[in-house]
């Protein structure tokens, strides 16, 4: 080995002590003179005096730039003087001891695990070895191990494994080697090859020996071998080896030995090592058998139970409660198969993807409990709540797309213009001439009006003993006499509410509530009787005042026309109804501590007391004939209405309920989205209801979420609203396996459990359930008729059918803008030559939230304010309104009928299997090729794992700075207009966090509508913006739950941030490229952020922070005092913000001017 010169850090007196024994030992280096041994003796120990003495001198042997570490190892290496070696070692163990990891890695990195190996191999060979030698070699091992990544090779290599467990076996009884022997036992263990190979060597039996029952002497040794074992048992082949030899039910007597004499709690280590040797010998099928073959379940639950009431034994009743959800028997879920109960057969299959694979599955083969050792349950589940599994918005490194030729503009098999040519028809406003109007405020002709109807009462049986018939039912009287003959439908001229909904057949419905109904004050005895003719007359609560766009009736006439997979013949009270915003806050809910782990507790509480469990149907899809289970003495459940989802439920005690989602038609899973109804339930009583089969592993139920309540009683008084609702939430891992086939090939995967308790104010109400506001095809066909209704000679606006779905729904086109003032050539063209805005919604069903931002969108297009008059005169606006009529109809969460998920179909779409995606993209190609790229394309979404509304872009250098592709300059240069739209709305808009925007592509999301817009049709401004569907975080709304006036609000606010975009991007403002600063300084305060460590750095220089909307606050103009000069610069304007004091009318405050109406 070559000498090392001694040096000393600048700053150390080169006269130091220690710098002088130092350098004496290193002289001594490779000096083989008699009377060396007796002076290193001298010189080690003195150093080593000082280094116990001085924490000076310990700073001074490791400090940056001396090499006392390289002269301390050297000598060690080669000293032969045993005295002299244990000096050294005792320096060493002294060093690494006091000074934590930094010192470790000193020495790591400097050669010092190999010379401490080559060392023990060395004092292996002596006979006997030098106990203590020994005793400080493992010591220094056990401390270096956990800092040398290749320390498992190492040992391995140099044969170090077979010394320490000879050594082990030599001295079981003596306690002061023994220790340290664990203790590199336990390092090396780490590496899985050496974990098999001392399994092999017995030491998982010599384990056994140390480990015993409860005593209070060597406890500490005790906890090492624990520690110890519970990482051999990681090893599979261990597992088996201690399931062989019947150690499961010697750890669980072990463990009760604790439990029970442990009465102070002074131990809760040692109990806690025992549960993990049991938490990894579990990971293994024959472990968990093991442990429930011993009564596993049964033990840990009454030894939990006993610790719960002491708050410092949490992290034995978590282990314990982890190991009972593993060891629970995985089941299959209770249905016949986990496809959808609802078929539907496509035109044709395609030819790969998930939908082939169902369509190539044999008969026999659905849904399989996985049996293998593969098992997914994390280390620590705490009931505590972590930080929210972001999956969908954590950006994983492998999923940034790193393709640059990706990242460019680039047209994919785009369509020729003949192909094209079909769109012409669908933008008549490029060529309308308006020679036929009359610009005096009327038309020539009128747009047809819809037929009037008088709405009657609806009656509602009273008598709890009358029977459904025709005879107790009173029919509503509608004018309009031909119904719809389609198979399946079958609708009435009436409306009948009766059983707890509005029923569309002639004859009763299935399922349901007679509603005994008092108006002005409710009966104390709900059980008194009634004659059998009495009928109580409840007349529709009077909304229209409060919801303009909601007609009862008309819903009605919608109904008819929507058509279904299952034949829906009723309709949900909530939709019929319609729905007032309550006018109290609701905040987000703090979950009590223990909640989750309570509820789980009770979960394992059917298997130790399976006679507690009732394990009854009480409605089930499945059976055709009959899906409802009336006994009298349950709850009764339907969804068979428009956007409704529950499949079965299982009554599994007297005031609890499992239940189990749909899957998507034509697929195995995604169960999320939920609709249904409850009826039949006593007033003051807690009901838990257990969702069993969802599927994403969080959710923000864990965060303060609550579903959603429709009472119908409170509707009838005055009160028709969703309302949050549900105490002891949570979202957590159940026993359920999901196969590798719904899996989609991942195996060991569980099910996951959402479950809320809800307490009836009111007796024999009927409630209604729902993921999210409800909001159904047909809501939107009554709002666009509605919508159309209010139109005024100001407004073009023209409602096409983009295209007919799978299912045979209208998927509606909206063309929305300003009619011209007159027929002039200006005015023509002004019209002919606005900007175009495309948006589009609800391409996921299960997103409602989507649809209540798209109604609070339109309806601010068709106001009559002048702020939506200058958004006309600005834009034309073309919005799809609902990309998938299907699965919102059909009760979906993320599919349409074709079975895929429509978002990702955008770049090859099928015109058979996803026709609305292929016409909408076909509407964007077609404005490609005319030179008429939309300047905005919009696409509304809901997300679940998230707060607040924001917005996912578009940016090859913001892609670029997150990874460690090498771009040039030209690769990276774009207009920063991408970020100008959603910092408008950070200013304007509540609910809005800048924040959580992303302006990466992922790979992942190559074929969704934002990136394929943005890459093949060339609109920069190209987002999708998401709403949660929890609340938020920040801003005005900082605590609260969204509801639906936030989420129209978040509509309207969307508008006006066009309005303030259409300014920034006049000629006038773009003469002034500071406009863009702030979005550049943004930009790379967000890219300095988030870069990796080691990727590279970027130093702006200069950054300039947000300021607050210029002219608008919340979507209000200012007043005409307080209004800006269109010439002043506004809040995206970077350097010194400079005010125009001179009053200026913005053109958002402009009169609306009279316009006739332009009729079809």
Same mark, same amino acid.
């Given at each position: ?99 934590? $990891?930094?010192?470790? $890695? ?214 314990? @409660? ?208 009634? @004659? ?103 709850? =009764? ?7 409704? *989802? ?7 005690? =007297? ?153 045979? *729904? ?85 599919? @349409? ?55 996912? $872009? ?63 049709? +060339? ?11 929890? +609340? ?129």
């Amino acid at each position: 080995m070559n000498k090392p010169k001694m040096t000393t850090e600048k700053g150390v007196p080169s006269n130091s002590r220690v710098v002088m024994l130092l350098g004496q030992l290193e002289r001594m280096n490779g000096e083989a003179v008699p009377g060396d041994a007796e002076m290193a003796r001298h010189v080690t120990g003195k150093i080593l005096h000082l280094i116990q003495t001085q924490e000076k001198t310990r700073k001074e042997m490791t400090a940056k730039g001396s090499s006392g570490m390289e002269v301390i190892l050297a000598a060690l290496e080669n000293m032969q003087d045993l005295q002299a070696v244990l000096n050294i070692l005792c320096i060493l163990n002294e060093l690494v001891s006091v000074g934590g $990891g930094n010192r470790v $890695g000193a020495l790591v990195s400097k050669g010092g695990t190999a010379i401490l190996l080559q060392l023990l191999l060395s004092a292996s060979k002596d006979v006997p070895p030098s106990e203590e030698l020994m005793l400080q070699l493992h010591s220094i091992l056990a401390k270096v191990g956990p800092k040398d990544k290749k320390f498992g090779v190492k040992v391995r290599v140099n044969g170090a494994l077979n010394i320490t467990v000879n050594l082990l076996k030599q001295n079981l009884q003596n306690h002061k080697l023994l220790l340290p022997c664990l203790q590199v036992l336990r390092v090396y263990s780490s590496n899985t090859v050496n974990a098999v190979s001392l399994g092999k060597n017995g030491v998982v039996e010599l384990l056994f020996k140390i480990i015993g029952p409860y005593s209070k002497k060597n406890t500490s040794i005790l906890k090492v071998a624990l520690d110890t074992l519970a990482v051999l048992l990681k090893s599979k082949a261990n597992s088996r080896r201690a399931v062989d030899r019947t150690y499961v039910p010697a750890l669980l007597a072990i463990y009760q030995d604790w439990h029970r004499n442990d009465t102070r709690h002074r131990h809760a280590h040692i109990r806690k090592g025992i549960l993990g040797c049991i938490r990894n010998v579990t990971n293994i099928k024959l472990g968990r058998k093991a442990f429930l073959d011993a009564d596993g379940m049964r033990i840990l639950y009454s030894t939990s139970t006993e610790c719960l009431p002491v708050r410092t034994l949490d992290p034995l009743v978590n282990t314990s @409660s982890l190991i009972m959800r593993k060891c629970f028997p995985k089941n299959r879920l209770p249905v016949p198969t986990i496809k959808s109960v609802f078929q539907y057969r496509l035109p044709h299959v395609p030819a790969e993807g998930p939908v082939a694979q169902l369509y190539r599955q044999p008969p026999e083969v659905d849904d399989v409990v996985d049996e293998s050792d593969d098992n997914d349950d994390a280390d620590t589940e705490n009931d505590t709540e972590n930080d929210e599994d972001d999956g969908d918005c954590c950006l994983q490194n492998d999923d940034i797309e790193t393709d640059l030729d990706k990242l460019r503009p680039g047209d994919q098999a785009s369509r020729t213009m003949e192909e094209l040519r079909m769109y012409e028809c669908f933008f008549s406003e490029l060529s309308e001439d308006f020679q036929g109007y009359r610009f005096d405020g009327s038309s020539p002709c009128q747009t047809p009006s819809l037929p009037s109807k008088s709405l009657s009462c609806i009656v509602v049986p009273t008598a709890p003993d009358m029977t459904p018939s025709d005879s107790n039912l009173v029919q509503l009287e509608c004018t309009d006499k031909a119904l719809d003959q389609r198979p399946g439908v079958g609708l009435e001229q009436a409306l009948v509410r009766e059983l707890g909904r509005v029923a569309l057949d002639g004859g009763a419905a299935p399922n349901g509530q007679r509603l005994a109904a008092e108006s002005e004050v409710e009966r104390e005895d709900d059980c008194s009787s009634h @004659s059998s003719g009495d009928q109580a007359v409840l007349e529709v609560p009077d909304t229209a005042a409060l919801l303009p766009l909601h007609d009862p009736e008309l819903y009605v006439e919608m109904v008819k026309d929507t058509r279904s997979v299952p034949h829906y013949s009723e309709v949900a009270y909530p939709d019929y109804f319609g729905h007032i915003a309550p006018t109290y806050r609701e905040h987000i809910i703090e979950r009590l501590y223990g909640v989750q782990r309570s509820k789980i507790f009770q979960d394992i509480e059917r298997m130790i007391h399976p006679n507690d469990i009732l394990d009854k149907v009480v409605y089930d899809l499945d059976l055709h004939s009959c899906p409802v289970v009336d006994d009298g003495e349950c709850l =009764k459940f339907n969804s068979l209405f428009e956007s409704g *989802n529950l499949r079965k439920a299982v009554q599994v005690r =007297k005031f609890e309920y499992d239940l189990i989602l749909n899957s998507d038609i034509n697929s195995n899973h995604y169960h999320q989205w939920f609709y249904f109804e409850v009826s039949s339930m006593r007033a003051g009583t807690p009901y838990r209801f257990n969702i069993i089969n969802c599927e994403k592993s969080n959710s923000q139920f864990n965060y303060g979420m609550q579903v959603l309540m429709y009472s119908v009683r409170e509707a009838i008084n005055g009160r028709p609203c969703w309302v949050r609702t549900g105490m002891d939430i949570c979202y957590y891992k159940n026993h359920f396996s999901r196969s590798s086939i719904a899996a989609g090939g991942q195996k060991g995967k569980s099910y996951y459990t959402m479950t809320f308790t809800v307490t009836f104010q009111h007796k024999d109400d009927v409630c209604y359930f729902a993921y999210h506001y409800p909001y159904t095809y047909s809501t939107l066909k009554m709002h666009l008729q509605k919508l159309e209704a209010l139109r005024t000679p100001q407004i073009y606006l023209r409602q096409d059918v983009l295209c007919e779905t799978l299912g045979g *729904n209208n998927c509606p086109l909206l063309t929305i803008t300003a009619m011209p003032q007159s027929t002039s050539n200006d005015q023509i063209c002004q019209f002919r030559n606005r900007p175009y805005v495309f948006l589009t919604a609800r391409v996921h069903p299960g997103e409602t939230n989507a649809s209540w931002v798209m109604k609070g969108t339109l309806e601010f297009l068709m106001g009559t304010g002048p702020v939506a008059q200058s958004l006309r005169e600005a834009y034309i606006f073309k919005i799809v309104p609902m990309l998938n009529p299907d699965g919102v109809v059909n009760g979906n969460h993320r599919c @349409s009928l074709s079975g895929e998920d429509l978002n990702r179909q955008w770049q090859r779409p099928n015109p058979d299997l996803h026709p609305t995606i292929f016409h909408a993209k076909g509407l964007l190609q077609y404005l490609s090729a005319i030179q008429r790229v939309p300047l905005v394309y919009c696409d509304y979404h809901g997300h679940s794992r998230k707060k607040n509304v924001f917005m996912y $872009g578009c940016s090859i250098k913001e892609t670029v700075w997150q990874t460690d592709v090498n771009a040039t300059s030209s690769d990276l240069h774009e207009d920063l207009g991408y970020r100008t739209l959603p910092k408008i709305l950070s200013q304007i808009a509540p609910a809005f966090s800048m924040a959580s925007c992303s302006f990466v592509v992922e790979k992942s999301k190559e074929s969704t509508a934002r990136v394929v817009v943005w890459r093949e049709i +060339g609109v920069q401004k190209s987002y999708t913006m998401e709403s949660t569907l929890c +609340g938020c975080d920040q801003g005005k709304y900082k605590g609260l739950q969204i509801g639906t006036r936030e989420l129209e609000e978040m509509g309207a606010q969307f508008c006006v941030a066009l309005l303030k975009l259409k300014r920034l991007s006049s000629p006038l403002e773009l003469r002034h490229a500071s406009h863009f600063l702030e979005a550049e300084g943004d930009l790379i305060e967000t890219s300095c952020r988030n870069t990796r460590a080691g990727a590279g750095s970027c130093t702006p220089t200069w950054a300039l922070r947000g300021r607050r909307s210029a002219d608008f606050s919340r979507g209000t103009p200012r007043s005409p005092s307080e209004e800006v000069s269109p010439s002043c610069p506004c809040s995206l304007t970077g350097g010194r913000r400079q005010r125009n004091t001179t009053p200026a009318v913005l053109c958002a405050s402009l009169p609306p001017r009279s316009i006739p109406v332009r009729s079809h």
